[in-house]
């Protein structure tokens, strides 16, 4: 199954860590940002981690960032550089193509738009 968060850059974290509440275990976040990702030093120790696991952080960012990216596969649609997304246990995207291929894969799908507002509940 897939989740399909819309954000700005400053709310990639809020945006993640609601779509990771509503994906399934080892399903799939897309994470469509406008404009390049905004991350804090502490982002830093998330970086050195040679998986998402291992990072004991008290950073409340930083750790929903983990959180979500042990449970699910994160794909980020941004400026953001290949390197720079591997370093946060993500894969960036080039274009909306790559989105539509996982679309058309996905036997579920929920798109959350400003998926930093975004809420959603399933039970």
């Known amino acids: ?9 400053s709310s990639i974290v809020t945006a993640l860590d609601n779509a990771s509440r509503v994906v399934q275990p080892n399903g799939r976040i ?3 940002v406008d404009g390049m990702p905004l991350f804090s ?3 830093d120790e998330l970086r050195r981690a040679s998986d998402a696991d291992d990072v004991r952080t008290n ?3 930083v750790k929903a960032w983990a959180r979500a990216a042990s449970h699910a596969r994160v794909a ?33 799908c929920l798109i959350l738009e400003d998926g930093h507002r975004s809420l959603a509940v399933v039970e």
């Open 1 to 9: 199954d897939t989740v399909i968060a819309t954000t700005s850059g």
């Open 30 to 32: 897309v994470l469509m």
């Open 41 to 43: 030093e502490a982002f």
């Open 59 to 61: 950073h409340p960012d």
């Open 76 to 108: 980020i649609l941004s400026d953001l550089g290949h390197a720079e997304a591997e370093e946060l246990f993500a894969s960036a995207l080039s274009g909306p193509e790559q989105v539509q291929r996982f679309l058309a894969r996905s036997a579920d």
